[in-house]
């Protein structure tokens, strides 16, 4: 797996063969060290996987940027 760091965000890339064999353990290092999994997938149609916290941190911070620049319904 490649590893980046982007923004501060610590992230993994991975196959999607690789992924669905070691699903249990990228699951458990997206949840417990709030690493983001980017999976891998023919013709670039790559998905992410993350930590529930890590989701809802990402869209409270979407939504206070929204509400202070006044486009709360975009």
């Known amino acids: 797996a490649a590893q980046y760091v982007l923004g501060g965000i610590p992230m993994i890339a991975v196959p999607s063969g690789n992924f669905l064999k070691e699903f249990t353990l990228l699951a458990e290092r997206a949840e417990q060290e709030r690493e983001t999994i980017i999976i891998q997938r023919p013709n670039g149609k790559n998905v992410v996987m ?16 929204r509400q202070k620049a006044g486009i709360m319904n975009r």
């Open 50 to 65: 993350m930590s529930l916290d890590t989701f809802n941190d990402m869209q409270k911070a979407s939504y206070q940027a």
